[in-house]
């Protein structure tokens, strides 16, 4: 059996690791757009291990690629979780 984080647990863990890259908490929302954020590729680099050390959830780096908002990334970790 596995476990899965949740997506609730996925979107607090995204907006605190953004704010925690400096991002404005307030600002992080599933429509924000992460070039209105100021996230950049290294910003998703970190993301994409804190997701992966942290929640356990078996994302790559190369899996953020072409992504542009938060409600997208919170959809690739949802999908990766098994919560999708």
């Given at each position: 059996?596995?476990?899965?984080?949740?997506?609730?647990?996925?979107?607090?863990?995204?907006?605190?690791?953004?704010?925690?890259?400096?991002?404005?908490?307030?600002?992080?929302?599933?429509?924000?757009?992460l070039d209105?954020?100021?996230?950049d590729s290294?910003?998703?680099l970190?993301?994409?291990?804190?997701?992966?050390?942290e929640?356990?959830?078996?994302?790559?780096?190369?899996?953020?690629?072409?992504?542009?908002?938060?409600?997208?990334?919170l959809?690739l970790?949802?999908?990766?979780d098994?919560?999708?």
């Open positions: 059996m596995t476990t899965t984080v949740g997506r609730e647990a996925i979107e607090k863990f995204v907006t605190d690791a953004l704010a925690g890259l400096g991002v404005d908490r307030e600002a992080i929302t599933p429509g924000a757009m209105d954020l100021e996230v290294l910003d998703l970190e993301l994409c291990q804190s997701i992966k050390l929640l356990g959830i078996p994302v790559r780096p190369k899996d953020f690629d072409g992504l542009e908002s938060i409600a997208e990334v959809e970790c949802a999908r990766k098994g919560t999708a």
